[in-house]
């Protein structure tokens, strides 16, 4: 089973999966915005067309950053399993804090409120940025107690990724979604209780 764990390449075709998803589903918001869809979808939208292009452009912009980290993976540019959770763990950050942003310009320029967006915007960004805190301490070389207490909140957010992927599993997509996060959240547990991540995270 550890032989499983060691191979990269497998949990790097499941970020591959997860970014052509991404990518389509940003290319299907765009399209959207061009369509004549029901006054249900649209409610509370003034400015449909805008919405979905600018919120589709910034899905986009999050699924290549995505896509780039998961070719990395897969090629075996990122191989060792703390450098593939501390990257991993920063773009989640990172498209977090860009989603957004982006998400928050597409609700205003959609003619939602624009106090509500602008705080939801500001709490995605703060969210993200100590995403990206927490992966700059994952594999700084330095083994604190603040390396415990992230090892013990990463676990706990694999196994929630995991009971959330399997719950969403309701489409055909969603269970190509839903599978393929499960297997990285697996993946990502397992490199946790690797004997190596464990030592560099003062476990």
Do not use: P
């Not at 249900?40 to 449909?48: F, P, S, T, V, Y």
Request: charged content about 10%; overall charge negative.
């Amino acid at each position: 089973m550890s032989s499983f764990f060691d191979n990269t390449k497998i949990v790097g075709f499941a970020f591959v999966m997860v970014a052509v998803i991404l990518v389509a589903d940003a290319i299907l918001t765009i399209v959207l915005g061009f369509m004549d869809v029901s006054d249900d979808l649209k409610e509370g939208i003034d400015n449909w067309m805008l919405y979905c292009v600018i919120g589709g452009i910034g899905s986009l912009i999050c699924a290549a950053l995505y896509g780039f980290f998961a070719n990395k993976v897969y090629v075996g540019t990122y191989s060792e399993k703390i450098v593939i959770l501390e990257q991993y763990v920063r773009i989640v950050g990172l498209t977090t804090a860009l989603g957004g942003i982006f998400n928050a310009v597409a609700s205003i320029a959609g003619g939602q409120d624009i106090g509500a967006a602008i705080v939801s915007a500001i709490i995605l960004v703060l969210i993200g940025l100590l995403i990206m805190f927490i992966s700059t301490k994952i594999n700084d070389g330095k083994q604190t107690v603040g390396d415990k207490i992230i090892w013990i909140i990463l676990l706990i957010a694999f196994i929630l990724m995991i009971i959330g992927s399997a719950l969403s599993m309701v489409s055909l997509i969603g269970v190509v979604d839903g599978i393929a996060h499960i297997l990285i959240g697996i993946f990502m547990i397992a490199f946790l209780f690797d004997s190596e991540v464990k030592s560099k995270m003062n476990m």
